[in-house]
Structure formats: structure tokens, C-alpha cells
């Protein structure tokens, strides 16, 4: 008789186990979500935005917040956000939409052509 397990069966016993445990960590991590999605309002729809920022030196700036109905500009330090001013949503102008942007290797890649042209003596356009 022989008393050493076999290796094939242990091992499909372990990756079971494995993945079992796996399943259990995804699953609770879902559930986790939810109930704290429910506790926090849902945060389906975003009511805060920020419109804009601009850096005004080592860890300090100006940003506009859009809220509801109101504009905040605030400013930003390393300790403290402050209240600079409130203006009327109706005051501020709709920024442009965002343009769709281009991947990075795409454009990358055709600006290395127009690079290769040039040193070659051709017109990119």
C-alpha cells in the first residue's frame, strides 16, 4: 500500500481552497461597497466639481469648486482651505467641453514621423 498522497490530488485541493478564499475576499469587498455606497449617499451623481485650480507656489493655490447653485473660489494651503469668495452660478460661464483626447502612443508615433521627414529634407504637412 502506498501512504503518500498523491501530488495531482493535492494540488487541485489547494488551488480549490485558493480559490474559494479568493472568491470570499471578492465578494465581501462587494458587499462592503454597497453598504458604504448606501451610507455616503450613493455618490451616483456628482453635485461638486472643481472647475478649476491654479498652483500659486509650494503647496498653495486658488481653486473655483462649483456646488450647487453657487460658485466657491477657495484658497488652498498645506493646513487650511479658505473661503475667498462666492459667486452666482449664473455669473460664471459653462467651461468648453473637454476635447476628446488622443492616446499618447498614436500621437507620439506621428510626431516621431514628422521628426523623421524633417531631418529627411520632406514637408510633414
Request: net charge positive; proline share 4%; charged share 25%.
Amino acid at each position: 500500500m502506498n501512504a503518500t498522497p498523491d501530488i495531482m490530488t493535492t494540488g487541485l485541493k489547494m488551488v480549490a481552497a485558493l480559490g474559494m478564499v479568493l472568491a470570499l475576499i471578492l465578494f465581501m469587498l462587494y458587499g462592503l461597497r454597497k453598504i458604504t455606497g448606501r451610507r455616503l449617499g450613493g455618490g451616483r451623481g456628482k453635485h461638486i466639481q472643481v472647475l478649476e485650480s491654479h498652483y500659486m507656489g509650494v503647496k498653495k493655490s486658488i481653486a473655483m469648486v462649483h456646488v450647487p447653485g453657487k460658485v466657491l473660489v477657495l484658497g488652498i494651503t498645506t493646513d487650511r482651505i479658505t473661503l475667498l469668495d462666492t459667486i452666482d452660478d449664473d455669473r460664471i460661464e459653462t467651461p468648453p467641453e473637454k476635447q476628446e483626447t488622443q492616446a499618447f502612443g498614436p500621437l507620439l508615433s506621428e510626431r516621431l514621423k514628422k521628426i523623421g521627414l524633417k531631418r529627411k529634407g520632406r514637408d510633414a504637412s
